[in-house]
Each structure stands twice: as C-alpha cells, then as structure tokens.
C-alpha cells in the first residue's frame, strides 16, 4: 500500500463525479472542481447540526500524515496486529485525515476492504439500512478515543457476510464446495480461540499485576492507620467459581458509564480492595478492578475501576446490600494480544484509577 496506490483508487472511485463541495476563506460553502487522484487543496470542514466545525487535517499537512498513516500501518502489519483492528483503525485514522476534497469515506471502505482482502477475509460491505446508524455511532465513538465499537461493527459484518456465503456455497455448489467452506469456518473458528486463550494469559498477567498493587496500597493504609491508633479492615480479595457474579450489577452499569456494552458471557475476572473502619459504622468501601469482553470482538478486553460501598455480609444467607456505584477512571483500559507493551501502560492507567478511587474513599472518611 503506498500514496501511488491511494490517490489512483480515488482517480478510479471518482472517476463519474465531476465537483465536490468546498469552504472559501470567508467561510462560504462553494462547489469545485473535484480533483481527482490527488490531495485537497482548499478546506473540507464540515458543519455539524450543533452548528460546530468538525475539523479534518488542514492542506498543508496532507502529504506529512498520509506518510504518517502509512509508516503506522507497516508497523502494525509487521507486528501481527488483529484484521479486524487494523481495518477500523486505518479507515478511522483515514477519515480523521480526510485527504481529499471528496470521496473519502469511498477511499476509508476500500481500504479497510484491503486489509480484509489480505487476510482471505470477505470486502467489507456497509449496508445504508443495516449499518448506517450503528456506522456513524461507531466513527463518533471512534473521535474520542474508543475504536471498540467500530471493530465490532466490522467484525460482525465479517462474520454474518462470511455465514451467509458459506450457506450460499452449500446450496449452489454442492459437497465438495460444501466441506471447503466448513473447513474455512473451522479454520476462523481456531483462530478465535487461539485469540481467546492469548488473551486470557495476558488478562492473567495484568490481574497478577493489579494484586500485587493492591497489596502495596493494604499494607501502607495498615501501617498508616495503626500507627494514628486506628483499627482498619483491609482486605483485598479476587474472583472464585462461586463469586464470579457479584459484581455482574456494578460492572455492567460502569459500561453503560462509558458507553460499551459489557460481555460477562465469556472469560472475565475481578480483583477487589475491601475497606472497612470501625469507628464509621458497618458501611464498607470496596475498590473493584474488573477484566471483562468489550463487546463481540474476539480477543478485545476492558479493564474498569469502580467503587461500591455496602453493608457486610450478614446472617446465614450472606446477603448484602449494595449502596452505589462509582466509576473512577477517566476512561477504560481496552487491550488485546496485539496491544504494545501492554503491561507498562497498563501500569500507569491502574496507578491514577486507584489513587482517584482512594482520593474518593477519603474525602468521605
């Protein structure tokens, strides 16, 4: 893939469409020439309903970030990165850019069609009546920082699309077809439990990380408190076969926070800080680090942070009551086997998630 090979797919793509839509310096929508096969030479900005500017990459700076892109996209081929990751990131960071007066959503689809193309996948085709609102959510959500939802979108087209040929395949082309796609399948099917398996290590290793951290902070709040005279309960727990589903509730309603959807369905684990003093009653504060699925991609995980504060186990059913739930972290940490050097900014993101989380615990102590 190389700047030649971009601008002579526009020159194809728009090869009908003789103008395109522009912004004079006064600000004024004017239509131009189109032109074709290569970079925009006046504004594309366009102007939301709101009536804010969404503000693409300024003329001047095109040839400098598409080279940008370009570097990104060979390393991530380098290092493996998931299909399905790479053809949203590339088509978002595309659009972000958007290096043409016009057709750059037309470019941002076939690029990402390339990226499924390389790996045998299916084109990746955008239904108007099916995806297009679930499309221009995902690239919404994509402007501030999640790219899960727009990997998701991709990948469930992938996986409907790639269904509905092998069915097709069945029925038009007889047995021997027949058993090539349900080879196909089971090959697809491999990957994504390898991808699973891959991930749970990964998980394993940062909830190994999150422990160890919890653990620091128990033993400095103990010898803190002690040392003013004060008796603290501190604890710090993780999930067991048969505590696996206490936090279902807080966790789901922290996605909903954030705006993903949680999936509890598959693989998941949490690791909790259990606060607890005396003199303030039987409320107990708990710090919850969970690891879950973010959404339907294969192998993407998410780590939140919350606090719930509530009453102790009690009585012979050791039911509890819980109280509130409070998201701390400025955002989720999302991550997959393809993620760099996951554990260090791992590190980083749960040090500022829990010293807010405790900052939280103590301004109401």
Known sequence: MTLSYIKELHQLLTRHQETSEAVDPSGKKVRIPLLRGDWKKQGNNPTLPDGRVHEYCPTDFVQDEMEQLLSWHNDHVRAGVSVEVEAAWLHHRFTQIHPFQDGNGRIARALATIVFLRAEYLPLVIRDTEHREKYLDALSQADVGELGALVGLFADIQIRDMSNAIQTLRELRGEGISKIASSAAQRVKVRQLETEQEVEQLTERLLSVTQNRLEEIRAELELSFHQEGIDIEARVLRNSPDTATWWNYQIIETAKH????????????????????????????????????????????????????????????????????????????????????????????????????????????
Do not use: C
């Open 258 to 365: 954030f705006g993903y959807r949680a999936d509890l369905t598959r693989y998941r684990a949490w690791t909790q800080l259990r606060l607890r003093l005396d003199a303030l009653g039987i409320t107990q504060t708990n710090v919850i680090v969970s690891f879950h699925h973010k959404g339907a991609v294969p192998g993407l995980m998410v780590t939140t942070v919350f606090l719930s504060t509530s009453t102790p186990d009690s009585g012979d059913d050791g039911a509890r009551e819980e109280l509130e739930v409070i998201p701390v972290a400025d955002a989720p940490f999302t991550y997959s086997t393809t993620h760099r050097d996951p554990e260090r900014d791992f590190r980083s993101w749960l040090d500022g998630a829990l010293e807010r989380a405790l900052g939280i615990w103590q301004a109401r102590i």
